[in-house]
C-alpha cells in the first residue's frame, strides 16, 4: 500500500516511524509546512518521499491517507481527501470545534468513504481486555468507572492556545475510553476545574483552561465514570482505567511504569522505570492503531473508530467544558447537534 501522511510534527513524525515499520506499507508519501520536517523523515525512513503541497500528496494515487497536522487543518484535510475518494485516518479532533466536527460528519454523510479517527486507547490491549470483561458479563453488573490522564508537564503554551481546553485535548481520551469499554453513552457530566497557581497566565487563565480536572460522567445505565486529568503529574505519564462491578473487578495500565510511589512498608511495586509520555506508554496501541487503518484502508474491516461515533465523544467533552465554566451539572444533550 501507499500511504499519505500530512504532518509531521510530535505525533506525525512517530506515526512515520509506525506506518514505516507496517509490512503493508511499501511507501510513504509525507508533507509538511517545514522543509526541515520532511527531510529528517525521509533521510530517517527509506520507504518516505516527500510531496510539494498537501493537494500533491492527495492526487498522488495513495491508498490512504493520515492526517496528523494542526487541529485548523483536520476538517479541511477530511472534506479533501474523502471527496477523492481516499480512506482516511484523522487524529482527534475532528475539527476545531464540536459545532464545526457536526458540519463535516453532515456534508460527509453518505460519502461511502471510511474514516477513522484516532483514539488509541481502543487499542491499547489492557484495555481491550478490559472491554472485553465487561461484554463477557465476567464482571456483573458494572457501576463504577475510573479513567485517569496525567501528563508530566504541560504542552507549549502555543498548543494550549488553540487546544480547546483541558476537556477537549485531554479528558477526551478518557470520556471515548469509557464511552468504548462499557457500551454505554453519556448522559450527565459534573465537571470542576483549578488553575495551578504558579503556573504563568500564558498556559491557563489567558484561555480559560485548568492545569487541573476532574469530571464525574452518569452513563444512561446509571453507571457513575470517574475521570481525571492533569497536566503536570511530574512523576511520570499516568494512563489507566479501572472497571468495577458486582461481581469482580479489572484495571488497565497498572505495569511496572505506573509513575506512583507506593508508600507501603516493604513494596516494590511499581518497579520502574515510571512511563514518561504518551509515545512510550502507548506504542503497542499506536501500531495496532495503524496497523487496523491499513486494512480498514484495505477494505477488510470495518472502521472502529467512524465520524459519528467519535463526535458523540466530542459532544461529552463539549458538555463538561460548559460544566466547568458554568459551575452546573450539564446534559450532554444540552450540547449536542
Not at 61 to 71: K, N, R
Not at 236 to 263: F, I, K, M, N, Q
Request: aromatic residues 6%.
Amino acid at each position: 500500500m501507499r500511504i499519505g501522511l500530512i504532518g509531521l510534527g510530535r505525533i506525525g513524525a512517530f506515526h512515520a516511524d509506525t506506518l514505516a515499520a507496517l509490512s503493508a506499507v511499501e511507501e510513504l508519501v509525507v508533507v509538511d509546512a517545514l522543509d526541515t520536517a520532511m527531510k529528517s523523515v525521509t533521510e530517517r525512513i527509506p520507504k518516505a518521499r516527500a510531496a510539494g503541497s498537501p493537494d500533491e500528496l492527495l492526487d498522488a494515487g495513495v491508498d490512504g491517507l493520515v492526517i496528523a497536522a494542526s487541529t485548523a487543518a483536520h476538517a479541511e484535510l477530511m472534506l479533501a481527501s474523502v471527496k477523492r475518494g481516499i480512506p482516511t485516518f484523522c487524529e482527534k479532533p475532528i475539527a476545531g470545534s464540536a459545532r464545526e466536527a457536526a458540519s463535516v460528519r453532515d456534508e460527509l454523510e453518505g460519502a461511502g468513504v471510511p474514516i477513522q479517527i484516532g483514539y488509541p486507547r481502543r487499542f491499547d490491549p489492557a484495555f481491550a481486555a478490559a472491554r472485553d470483561a465487561v461484554r463477557g458479563g465476567s464482571l456483573g453488573r458494572v457501576h463504577t468507572v475510573r479513567s485517569t490522564t496525567m501528563d508530566p508537564a504541560p504542552p507549549p503554551a502555543s498548543y494550549l492556545a488553540v487546544s480547546g481546553g483541558i476537556f477537549r485535548d485531554c479528558a477526551v481520551h478518557d470520556f471515548d475510553a469509557v464511552r468504548w469499554v462499557t457500551g454505554r453513552e453519556v448522559v450527565e457530566v459534573h465537571a470542576v476545574g483549578a488553575v495551578d497557581p504558579s503556573a504563568p497566565a500564558e498556559l491557563y487563565l489567558d484561555n480559560d483552561d485548568f492545569s487541573t480536572a476532574s469530571t464525574l460522567l452518569v452513563m444512561e445505565d446509571g453507571t457513575i465514570g470517574v475521570v481525571s486529568n492533569t497536566r503536570t503529574n511530574a512523576r511520570g505519564y499516568d494512563v489507566r482505567l479501572e472497571v468495577h462491578g458486582s461481581d469482580d473487578s479489572v484495571a488497565a495500565g497498572l505495569d511496572d511504569g505506573l509513575p506512583l510511589r507506593s508508600t507501603q512498608p516493604g513494596a516494590t511495586w511499581p518497579a520502574g522505570p515510571p512511563h514518561t509520555f504518551f509515545m512510550d506508554r502507548l506504542t503497542e496501541a499506536f501500531r495496532i492503531e495503524l496497523e487496523t487503518f491499513c486494512a480498514v484502508a484495505a477494505g477488510t474491516v470495518e472502521s472502529p473508530t467512524p465520524l459519528g461515533d467519535a463526535l458523540r465523544t466530542a459532544w461529552v467533552a463539549e458538555a463538561a467544558t460548559v460544566s466547568a465554566r458554568e459551575r452546573r451539572p450539564v446534559r450532554v444533550d444540552e450540547v449536542a447537534l
